[in-house]
């Protein structure tokens, strides 16, 4: 089956008011700013989609990206472990104004939970944040002699990914860092959409380089130069681009 997307906006058109929406990438690496963009795109022009739950590393950084999304006014509830990174204004500015919620989650954590969505294991036990706030009304149990907290899964409707190389039937790598949450999300969410640097024929990738298989992805788009989110941040970018 051919997965390409003729373009970004056909890429974001399935996402919905409310849906949960993972994002990939840890920092800028690994971050599909180009989706991202298109989902804003799309807003600006119909009004949705709104009512977000987001799925993502950290919190955004400056005025592009995951930050921008949040600037429209696009999410309501973001789930991350690292909201406090480089410049996150926007998504802090929100918080303290009381116009997004935050669920706060380990890292390891958080990756072991959107892991266990993709595996369909409901519920799994550690001993990360037993005993602080981030514990309460949670289940306990002794292992060993040791308390455990349990935490459920983590699964999407929608998974924005970023890849290095994808073919026509989705098969995917990455480059270096920025393979991060990607893979794991791309099992966890109903519909995978993912922007790769260059769209290959199949049986071009060797199969033993593939990191995450075509059956996860629903939808490849090419971005033959991707965006680096902190290459943007340096220049003081913005988007949707404020007029002077």
Same mark, same amino acid.
């Given at each position: 089956?051919?997965?390409?997307?003729?373009?970004?906006?056909?890429?974001?058109?399935?996402?919905?008011?409310?849906?949960?929406?993972?994002i990939g990438g840890?920092?800028g690496?690994?971050?599909?700013?180009?989706?991202?963009?298109?989902?804003?795109?799309?807003?600006?022009?119909t009004?949705?989609?709104?009512?977000l739950?987001?799925?993502?590393?950290?919190?955004?950084?400056?005025?592009?990206? &995951? =930050?921008?999304? /949040?600037? @429209? !006014?696009?999410?309501c509830?973001?789930?991350?472990?690292f %909201?406090? *990174?480089?410049d996150?204004v926007?998504?802090?500015?929100?918080y303290?104004?009381?116009?997004?919620?935050l669920?706060?989650?380990?890292q390891?954590? &958080? =990756?072991?939970r /959107?892991? @266990? !969505?993709?595996?369909?294991?409901?519920?799994?036990?550690? %001993?990360? *944040?037993?005993?602080?706030?981030?514990?309460?009304?949670?289940?306990?149990?002794?292992f060993?002699?040791r308390?455990?907290?349990?935490?459920?899964? &983590?699964?999407?409707d929608?998974?924005?990914?970023k890849?290095?190389l994808?073919?026509?039937?989705?098969?995917?790598?990455y480059?270096?860092?920025?393979?991060?949450?990607?893979?794991?999300?791309?099992?966890?969410?109903?519909?995978?959409i993912?922007?790769?640097?260059?769209?290959?024929?199949?049986?071009?990738?060797?199969?033993?380089?593939?990191?995450?298989?075509g059956?996860?992805v629903q939808?490849?788009?090419?971005v033959e130069?991707?965006?680096?989110?902190?290459?943007?941040?340096?220049?003081?970018?913005?988007?949707?681009?404020?007029?002077?």
């Open positions: 089956m051919d997965k390409t997307l003729p373009d970004l906006a056909t890429a974001v058109a399935g996402i919905q008011d409310g849906m949960t929406v993972m840890f920092g690496s690994g971050a599909p700013i180009e989706l991202i963009h298109a989902l804003i795109d799309r807003f600006h022009a009004g949705h989609p709104r009512d739950t987001v799925v993502n590393n950290n919190a955004g950084n400056g005025h592009i990206g &995951l =930050a921008a999304l /949040i600037e @429209a !006014g696009m999410v509830k973001l789930i991350c472990s %909201p406090r *990174s480089v996150p926007v998504f802090t500015d929100r303290l104004a009381g116009q997004i919620e669920e706060l989650v380990p390891g954590t &958080l =990756a072991e /959107i892991r @266990a !969505g993709g595996a369909g294991i409901p519920a799994f036990y550690t %001993p990360t *944040s037993y005993g602080t706030d981030l514990a309460k009304g949670k289940p306990v149990e002794m060993e002699g308390p455990y907290l349990q935490e459920r899964w &983590l699964k999407a929608y998974a924005l990914i890849a290095h994808g073919d026509r039937l989705g098969n995917l790598t480059r270096m860092a920025a393979r991060n949450f990607n893979p794991l999300m791309c099992m966890a969410a109903t519909t995978t993912v922007q790769v640097s260059r769209i290959m024929a199949p049986g071009s990738i060797d199969p033993e380089a593939v990191i995450t298989p059956i996860f939808g490849v788009v090419q130069n991707p965006a680096q989110e902190e290459t943007l941040n340096r220049a003081n970018a913005r988007y949707p681009q404020v007029a002077e």
